[in-house]
């Protein structure tokens, strides 16, 4: 199996539009990475620029050690898989899956015939080889576009949103699928999504993309949970955001005064007294305080991280319970609770807390 790196990787296009401004990822054998972001940040370009269908402005890409910037497509071995994923309607399905093996020339009927029933096997839909594509449902025709992408045993494989058209429920069946087959093949896989859900839970990595750039690059709980950016937080779930001016530094937390509340977080490095920043608290994070607690906290002198509002709305998330808190000053805070746990209503004022530890300053 293959890594595949890219380099500085520029795309203008000819309109002008300067779709992906130097990236640079390195990409290890085997490795799922999810480049995820907005609609228009340059996610299928850059995928585009990986097969070989666009060449790069500016950088360079290698796939497996060897730098194919300038090689076309059908010398780079990536299997590639799109949102529409087209199979041949007037093909049988064996036929499809057969399309590159035969198109190469370099298999025998035998070879074809064997690797064909190998990856309907793989996508657990044995037998369906002689149906046509109207044949099969929408769910299975991805799985046949994904078997007719792996048949040449391509070095890696390119996916550009394929789960998009499906729906909620097959699309989730279809992420634990596709991640199950690529494990057991252990193939390098560029996945490309707006689907934040969907690119936390199935990637070894996910790279945020923003405006033609990589604003993060890491592995789910680390992109989630230590954002670097606003947007990285915005961007991947729910984030309260406190805005303001940090007025201390001591012992690695920054204490920032955003007007109305005090915020003590976590710092980090180059953060100084005077710096403008914004604190990311994770709705998950925060804990309903009691009474005595609250009071316990007033005796040392230190209401920090301490919110109190009234409850404004509440609703089920199935396993958690997503609480809206509405300060004195009118801040709105998003609060997750597991249910079950510490249960508040509607209307009733209460009292959260968050730890500094829990609490992330991330630049603008
Ligand atoms: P994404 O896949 O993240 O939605 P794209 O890579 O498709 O983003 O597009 C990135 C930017 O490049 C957008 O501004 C888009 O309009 C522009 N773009 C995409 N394809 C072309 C093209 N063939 N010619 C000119 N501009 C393009
Ligand atoms: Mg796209």
Do not use: W
């Not at 309607?89 to 499809?96: A, F, K, L, Q, V």
């Not at 035969?102 to 839909?125: C, H, K, P, Q």
């Not at 000053?329 to 249910?339: I, Q």
């Amino acid at each position: 199996m293959s890594g595949i790196s890219l380099t500085g990787v520029s795309k203008r296009y000819p309109g002008g539009v300067l779709a992906v401004k130097g990236v640079d990822i390195d990409i290890e054998s085997g490795e799922f990475v999810t480049l995820v972001g907005p609609s228009g940040c340059g996610k299928t370009t850059t995928l585009r620029t990986i097969a070989g269908f666009e060449t790069p402005t500016d950088g360079s890409i290698r796939i497996d050690g060897e730098d194919v910037t300038d090689a076309p497509p059908y010398e780079r071995d990536t299997g590639m898989v799109f949102q529409d994923f087209a199979l041949f309607p007037h093909m049988t399905i064996h036929e499809n899956i057969a399309y590159g093996m035969e198109a190469s020339g370099e298999y025998t009927d035998e070879e074809i015939d064997a690797r064909v029933a190998e990856m309907l096997e793989l996508v657990e839909l044995p037998g369906v080889g002689d149906r046509t594509p109207d044949q099969l449902s929408g769910g299975q025709q991805q799985r046949i576009a994904l078997a007719r992408a792996l048949a040449p045993r391509p070095k890696a494989l390119l996916l550009d949103e394929p789960l998009a058209s499906l729906d909620k429920q097959l699309r989730e069946q279809m992420q634990v699928e596709l991640r199950r087959i690529q494990q057991e093949i252990g193939i390098t896989t560029v996945f490309v999504t707006h689907n934040q859900e969907e690119a936390l839970t199935m990637s070894d990595r996910l790279a945020v993309m923003n405006d033609g750039r990589f604003e993060q690059v890491g592995p789910p709980d680390q992109v989630y949970n230590d954002p670097d950016t606003r947007f990285v937080a915005d961007f991947l779930g729910t984030a309260n955001i406190f805005d303001g001016s940090v007025t201390a530094v001591d012992d690695g937390y920054a204490t920032v005064d955003c007007g109305d509340v005090t915020v003590r977080s976590k710092s980090r490095p180059g953060i100084e007294p005077g710096a403008d920043v914004s604190v990311v608290v994770r709705p998950e994070r925060f804990e309903f305080g009691t009474a005595s607690a609250d009071g316990g906290t007033r005796s040392t002198g230190s209401v920090e991280n301490v919110f109190e509002g009234e409850i404004t709305f509440k609703r089920h998330l199935g396993s958690s319970v997503e609480f809206r808190l509405e300060t004195e000053a009118g801040r709105e805070l998003v609060v997750v609770r597991r249910s079950g746990l510490n249960q508040r209503s509607s209307g009733q004022r209460a009292t959260v807390r968050v730890d500094p530890d829990d609490c992330r300053i991330v630049e603008e």
